[in-house]
């Protein structure tokens, strides 16, 4: 997410180790009632002025078949795989520059990453905009990861496949960002209670102040280079149990430098990004990895388009064995995915992709297996649906 979701091979919670589901409560009770603040906040505003009032949505459909021993990209174990998923966001008006964003999501179905229905909070957050001449942006709340290529595109509507890249996850932090431009050059500052490494535990990552930093240049129209930087604790709070006594998750570190890219010209566009890791391994030393992908796409009507992703690299892992005993890896990541889009409407969108991995990492330059899906997706405004004719 960029760059960089460099997971921990799942295991079983030991006996007395803090359950996920009761970490941090009150952040999350917190958040919560403030998504439920801001939309109650959001309905008087309706009431009084509907235009300071957007309600959207966005719906996706999918169907995937999978190969079973495809482990990274296998859903409900190789058998068709259906899952339905709606967003629902609402953005308001409170006074002159000061905006309040939610972002509610519902997904559920066998072709989930687990199985299972999800019903989540994902973004609730307060923007205030300067006034002209400064170009200045604060955000703070319940964000989205601020940097990399990929966060400003995974929505189903913007994302022209139905991947996302292996290394990539997409998180939503507490925090807070400050980004601008100053002419052809834009920045970004943030402080994040969320690292960008992620695992596989049933856990959460420690409470702490990540930094986060990005900035791009626009060179000329349709070209943006940017690159971001952020490090800070990524440990699991269950991973406190298999760490020596006076140790704490809070000595090891992640450290991730980015570069992303953007080009666009008449109907071809091309989104890169290349990641450069480092994990602190418990009583292992550095876990070291470069990940990059390129993404091509080309519109070959109003209506038709096709595209490409393209992933290669080495991610690093911090993997616990037993005990207090890690070690420090790489996981090989090499595939390719291809796909075509075909617009029904404005607001419908059909997609078709089929992925494959190139080489597992084991020398033999075997295939390791597919995945095909299909995909719907729709996007409404719930304000049209209910403004009077004019």
Known sequence: MPFGRHSMRCVRRPEGAPDASRLRPSLRRAFTALGLLLLSCFGSTFTRAEERLRIQGLSDAEVWNTDPDFSRLTRNEGETAPLGRLRLWAIGDFTKGLQGFVLGEVEGGSGTEDGEKDTELRQAYLRYSFSAPKRLILQAGKLTLPYGNFSRRYF??????????????????????????????????????????????????????????????????????GGYYTQGEYLEKIAQWWLLPGDQIGDFHEKVVGLDFQFSRAH??????????????????????????????????????????????DLPEAHWMFATVWSAEQRRVHDVEAGIG???????????????????????????????ALQLSYTFDLNSWFERPH
């Open 156 to 225: 189903s509507n913007a994302n022209p496949l139905i991947g996302y890249p292996l290394n990539y996850e997409i998180t939503y932090p507490l925090g807070i960002q400050l980004s601008g431009a100053i002419s052809r050059f834009d920045f970004m500052a943030a402080a994040l209670d969320g690292p960008l490494t992620r695992q596989d535990y049933d856990s959460e990552p420690e409470s702490s102040v990540r930094p986060a930093l990005a900035a791009g240049v626009t060179p000329a129209t349709g070209l943006r280079i």
């Open 342 to 372: 075909f617009r029904i409407t404005p607001g419908l969108l059909v997609k078709a992709s089929y992925r494959t991995e190139i080489d597992r990492g084991d020398g033999t330059g075997e295939l390791d297996g597919h995945a095909a």
């Open 268 to 313: 071809f566009e091309l989104n890169a990004e290349m990641t450069q890791s480092r994990l602190e391994v418990p009583y292992a030393g550095d876990a070291r990895g470069r990940t990059y992908y390129a993404e091509p796409k080309y519109t070959f009507s109003p209506r038709w388009y096709g595209a490409l992703r393209y992933e290669r690299g």
